[in-house]
Structures are given as structure tokens and as C-alpha cells.
């Protein structure tokens, strides 16, 4: 059990709850309500197993990176907690429920596995050669609400591009945020960010657009789809949630960031995932 919880806290399984709702979401939506118990558990599974693969590569990928870095010097393997072969263990187990998961649910999602491979496992290069590794991030994470609604129908539809769009850009908006704390380790290391490239107080501003982008494609998701006014009730709570989050920051004082990050950005996805639930039961 002590192995176990340090796995869970590896691959901050917490965190889980930014992408697992939205791919829920994606689900429900293409259904038009449930979709099955079958459907459910494999869209489960491809979650955890993506999410177990991404992070795990993510900290064997960053592992030096992290010794250096005073924020993330304390993480498992700099400190020794896991072996590096136990974290790569823990990512071919991911890829191997991510597999089973895509191979079970339909010839879309069979076909699309290595490109989601690609991605969880580039995404954690691009920053060090890309300032655009958030819009990268943010591109691989937002797939979860598009695969949600493939895995029911097979197929794209304007709505799980939208949802792709709006997520993928959330994403984005608090990955530039959370980078600003690394603004002066990025800076002296070579590290490839929005922050390190333009500077915290830009960054903020590139940030705020991102997360306007996003809301607007939340938006139009919901117009192609049709849905109704509880939908765009809960998309009026997560507006005053991205409000707030950006309220919490500032350039002179960034010490909020990580309430930014975690608390604000679970009130999205779990928010925003009520609502949808909501919408398709009384909407």
C-alpha cells in the first residue's frame, strides 16, 4: 500500500480530475445521456491509462530537469523515493490499458492510438525547444473530450472539436500560469515557456486570452450541439471561476498560483460536467 500511494502521488492522480470530467462529458453528450455501463468503464480506462502513461514519462523525461529545479527537487525520483525502472514500469502499464481500451471500443478510436501515444509521450519534450509546449500540452490533455464523444459514436462532429478546442485552450491558459513560478529556473536553464520567452505581466495578459478563447469555444460547443439553458448556465459559472482564478494572480504577487491551478481549474471541469449532466436530464 505505501508503494502504491507513492505511484498515486507519482503520477498526481489527483489531478485526473482536470481531463476525467470533460471526457465524461464528451461521453454523455454524444449519447445524448447514458451510454452504457460497457462504454463508461473502457472511457475509464483509457483515462487512467493515458493519464498513468503521460505523467510517468513526464517524470522519467523531466527526472534532471527536476533535481535542479528548487520547486521540484523534492519530487520521487530526485529524491530516490521511485526507481527509474518503476516508473517506466508504470508508464507501459498505462499504455497497456489505454490499448485495451482503444482496441475494445471502435475501429476511430483503434486507428487514432498511436497518435495519442505521440502526443503523451512529445509533449514533454516540446519545452525544450518550443515556448509553445502549453498550447502543446493543452492539445494533447483536450483530446480526452473529443475521444469521450468518438468512443460513443465513432466518428468527429463539430461539437467534439469544439469541446477539443475549449478544453485543449483551458489547459493552456493554466499551464501558462502555473509555468510563471519557474520564471527565473526556466530563464537560466534554457527552459522554453510563455512566461520565460515574454515575461510574467505578458504572460498573465496571454494567458487571460487563452482562457477567453477557451470560453468561447465552450460556447459554440454548445450551440452546435444545441444544448439548453443549463448548459449555458454552467457556462456562466465557469466565466466567474476563470474570473477569479486570474484574480488570484498578479505579477508582484504570484504565491496564489497554486490555488489558481488546482482548486479554480476542479471547479471548471467538475462544474462544467454538472451542468452538462444537468442539461441532458432537465434541459
Known amino acids: 500500500m505505501r508503494r502504491l500511494r507513492l505511484y498515486l502521488d507519482l503520477i498526481r492522480f489527483e489531478h485526473t480530475l482536470f481531463a476525467l470530467p470533460f471526457a465524461y462529458g464528451g461521453m454523455l453528450l454524444a449519447a445524448g445521456g447514458w451510454p452504457g455501463l460497457r462504454t463508461f468503464l473502457l472511457v475509464t480506462l483509457a483515462m487512467l491509462g493515458a493519464r498513468t502513461m503521460a505523467m510517468a514519462l513526464n517524470r522519467l523525461i523531466d527526472w534532471k530537469i527536476d533535481a535542479l529545479n528548487p520547486r521540484t527537487q523534492n519530487r520521487h525520483l530526485p529524491k530516490g523515493l521511485v526507481k527509474p525502472w518503476e516508473t517506466l514500469l508504470l508508464a507501459l502499464v498505462g499504455l497497456l490499458l489505454l490499448t485495451l481500451a482503444g482496441l475494445s471500443l471502435n475501429s476511430l478510436t483503434a486507428r487514432l492510438l498511436p497518435v495519442a501515444v505521440f502526443f503523451l509521450t512529445i509533449y514533454s519534450y516540446t519545452k525544450r525547444f518550443t515556448w509553445l509546449c502549453h498550447y502543446v500540452l493543452g492539445l494533447t490533455i483536450g483530446a480526452a473530450a473529443a475521444g469521450g464523444w468518438i468512443a460513443v459514436t465513432g466518428s468527429f462532429h ?101 490555488l489558481a491551478f488546482f482548486q479554480a481549474n476542479v471547479g471548471v471541469s467538475l462544474g462544467m460536467f454538472l451542468f452538462i449532466v444537468l442539461d441532458l436530464l432537465w434541459g
Open 158 to 258: 463539430p461539437t467534439a472539436y469544439w469541446l477539443w478546442a475549449a478544453v485543449g485552450l483551458w489547459i493552456a491558459g493554466f499551464d501558462i500560469l502555473y509555468a510563471t513560478q519557474d520564471y527565473t529556473f526556466d530563464r537560466a536553464y534554457g527552459i522554453k515557456s510563455i512566461p520565460a520567452r515574454f515575461g510574467i505581466p505578458l504572460a498573465l495578459w496571454i494567458a487571460r486570452a487563452t482562457h477567453l478563447t477557451a470560453w468561447l469555444s465552450f460556447l459554440l460547443a454548445g450551440l452546435s450541439y444545441g444544448a439548453g439553458n443549463l448548459y449555458f448556465l454552467g457556462l456562466l459559472l465557469v466565466g466567474g471561476l476563470l474570473f477569479y482564478e486570474h484574480r488570484l494572480v498578479s505579477p508582484e504577487d504570484l504565491s496564489r498560483v497554486d
